[in-house]
């Protein structure tokens, strides 16, 4: 069975195919994926230093159709068996794109359309790389997100342990690295800038990781200010701002937390298998730590290649094709966009 999967939630559109044999006992066995185009407007929010939402809807509508053909033909198919699209968590104006593009192929085709959760996609594309999944703990990091989450099944609804309480790691990156004077997005540019310096030069604050802070819970907005105030003092007292020692103690501090709960969870719930996804798992120091602390903990770690780690379309697909393994119905072509969908709700 052959499922397309179309994501718009952000700054990426993407269309994925994959195909995949449902097994009897309502898994999809092992999927193959046949074509994974992606346009991104990143380049185009460089200049106003994120994600502006119009923008971003305008490139969509630019780039959707394009990036179906080109799928289209990668994977050599005319149409697929089925559409899976990306019906939330995301942008608003963003997601109609994809969704209406979704419906309005899924009608032509006269095939059935399935609205599945971005969130949910993060953790399937792994079994794209790396085959069935067993129970696992996720971590997922991205320019919107930090989500850790229980998975059973990805055919079925996924357990939120904890999230961010304000801003997403991805996101104080981009903020830190635009303070350092290192562009956007800064994720990339204060990796590199980190590998020159000292990780323990600076004692950044490990956000809500105190006794009576919430387990599973993550905080970012502290230590973004803390590196604010350790660049306003040092300017103030002419001493010399650091870039590589700061952007390394800083990366060290996200790191290090992210680490440390989503190892936490796995110890907690007794789970042997932690897989991380979104676009800062690209993170260097992230994938060591990670690395590191799974080995010791005795978890296995699955992280997919950045590639896959990143938005695009094949993780909507892979999704798609647990969904439709563990036998959900198609979706109306009624369903509407959820730009606050929670991650409870594996597929509508
Ligand atoms: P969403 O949040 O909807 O998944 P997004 O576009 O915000 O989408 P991605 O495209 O998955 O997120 O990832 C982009 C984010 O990942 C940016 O915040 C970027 O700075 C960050 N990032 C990318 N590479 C690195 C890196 N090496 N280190 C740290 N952060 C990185
Ligand atoms: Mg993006
Ligand atoms: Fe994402």
Known sequence: ??????????????????????????????????ADEVASSVDEHARFGGVVPEVA??????????????????????????????????????????????KAYALAWDVPLYAVNHLGGHVAVDTLEHGPM??????????????????????????ELGTTVDDAAGEAFDKVARLLGLGFPGGPALDRAAADGDPTAIAFP??????????????????KTAVARHVEKARREGSTVSVPDIAASFQ????????????????????????LGGGATANSRIRSLAGERAAAAGVTLRIPRPRLCTDNGAMIASLGAHVIAAGASPSPLTVASDPGMSVQISQI
């Open 57 to 102: 809807s305008r490139a969509h509508l630019e780039a959707i159709v394009p990036t179906m053909q080109r799928a289209r033909e990668t994977a050599g198919i005319d149409r697929p068996d089925a559409v899976a699209v990306t019906i939330g968590p995301g942008l608003a104006g963003a997601l109609l794109v994809g969704v209406a593009a979704a």
């Open 1 to 34: 069975m052959i499922v397309l999967g179309v994501e718009s939630s952000c700054d990426e559109t993407g269309v994925g195919v994959v195909e995949f044999d449902p097994q009897p006992d309502g898994s999809p066995g092992s999927l193959t994926l046949l």
């Open 206 to 223: 490990r956000g809500m990781t105190g006794p009576r802070d919430a387990r599973y819970d993550f905080s970012f907005s502290g230590l």
């Open 252 to 275: 060290e501090a996200v790191a290090d937390v992210l680490t440390l709960k989503a190892i936490r969870a796995c110890t907690d719930l007794g789970v042997e298998t932690l897989v």
């Open 134 to 159: 067993p129970e696992c703990v996720a971590l997922l990091v991205s320019g919107g997100h930090t989500h850790l989450l229980h998975v059973t099944d990805l055919g079925h609804p996924i357990v």
